[in-house]
């Protein structure tokens, strides 16, 4: 009697393939993918996990106020902390001045605690080492920290996958100074070849392949279409290195983040932009003295902006992602750590919006005042 022969098909599951190993700052999640974060752990939350590797974010600004820069600040104050190479494209002279606006990570919250009781916190440590050695047969090195949550901060000092920043101070400066951070201005360029030869050299460094991923980076483009760009009426050669740029990074273990101001855009050219995304936002700014807003809508008060999370990544799938909500609300706690927030109505006990902070649960919210920027 003839074997029986084994089946082979193009669709079945690889079941001996293992989970490819991740460095810092980068997480793994479904359907193979891996997210790099935000560095807004609400964002990230809402999203799913982050920004996937190989996706391209745009960001509609509101002409009104610059909420945009509050995303470009953390996504690129979350990449210097886990030495992840930057490269920033704006259309300011001097780009590398915004280096220096940059938020520096806060204390983790369960650290802050353990601040003023020196002897608790090595007594946690030294419980977290012999937890951590426990299971490390089990869960890998990169899968679990002290705390038993991978990508949190543990007490040794190593950085969140997603931190907390602080808006008010300033990251250290030898984070700046690290060569893998590469400045352009787009100010003065006639067309866009030399920001699209940048993009390709340095999307080039990190190529994507099955095994780990060792590496990631994140590309930062500010004002894409601002008008003292020489390019800014060449709406094709604009949406021509769009597509390029979103070619590049998908085949390359990196996020582009392109913030624009929709305004300047004739309205069939914002829609192809629009198309063109992976991940789509937009921020708007809180009209002044909204009546109507204030009855309507509880902490209205602290509010400083709206976030619209208009499309979510769908790499490796064809599920699509279904949001509870898909317009936030943002604050600033004590004018430092930005707060995304479902939008409440009706205020029956006096709480404010449900957060989506990483501790999952509903928080109140502390007074926040303007937008220091």
């Known amino acids: 009697m003839a074997a029986a022969k084994t089946r082979a098909s193009s669709f079945s599951r690889n079941l001996s393939a293992a989970a490819p190993s991740q460095g810092p700052g980068l997480k793994c999640g479904p359907n193979g993918l891996v997210f790099l974060s ?40 979350q990449g210097l902390v886990h030495n992840q190479p930057l ?24 650290n802050k605690s353990y601040e003023t009781d020196p002897d608790q916190s090595k007594n946690l440590q030294e419980k977290g080492l012999r937890i951590a050695w426990q299971y490390k047969k089990y869960f890998g090195e990169n899968q679990l920290n002290f705390d038993g949550q991978k990508g949190s901060l543990s007490l040794d000092g190593k ?30 360029s006639p067309d866009l ?20 991923v060792s590496c990631a980076g994140r590309i930062a483009i500010q004002s894409f279409c601002a008008p003292q760009c020489a390019y ?34 004739s309205p069939s050219f914002c829609k192809r932009w ?10 708007k700014a809180i009209p002044d003295e909204d ?26 799938t064809q599920v699509p992602v279904i949001l509870e909500a898909t317009t936030f609300s943002i604050k600033l706690q004590k004018r430092r750590y930005l707060v995304l927030e479902c939008l409440n109505q009706a205020p029956v006990d006096g709480s404010s919006g449900t957060s989506y902070g990483t501790s999952g649960s509903c928080s109140g919210s502390s007074k926040a005042g303007n937008l220091d920027f």
């Open 38 to 77: 935000s560095g807004i752990p609400d964002l990230d939350k809402i999203l799913g996990g982050g920004f996937p590797l190989g996706s391209l974010v745009m960001v509609m600004e509101d002409a009104e106020a610059p909420h945009h820069m509050l995303l470009l600040r953390n996504f690129m104050a």
């Open 291 to 316: 009546k109507d807003l204030a009855q309507l809508l509880t902490g209205y008060q602290e509010m400083v902006g709206f976030l619209n999370v208009h499309k979510v990544a769908r790499i490796n």
């Open 274 to 283: 629009q198309h063109m995304a992976d991940t789509l936002l937009s921020v």
């Open 193 to 212: 070849s030399v920001l699209r030869d940048r993009c390709s050299t340095f999307s080039s460094q990190f190529p994507r392949n099955d095994g780990s």
């Open 159 to 188: 950085h969140e996958y997603s931190n907390e920043f602080d808006l008010r101070k300033p990251l250290d400066r030898h984070f700046l100074n690290r060569q893998h951070v590469d400045c352009v201005s787009i100010q003065d």
């Open 87 to 110: 490269l920033y494209a704006s259309p300011a002279r001097d780009p590398r001045g915004f280096l220096g606006t940059l938020p520096s990570p806060a204390a983790s919250k369960d």
């Open 232 to 265: 800014s009426n060449m709406e094709w050669d604009m949406l021509s290195f769009i597509r390029s740029l979103k070619s590049m990074v998908r085949s390359s273990n990196s996020v582009a983040i392109i913030t624009f101001p929709p305004s300047l855009l």
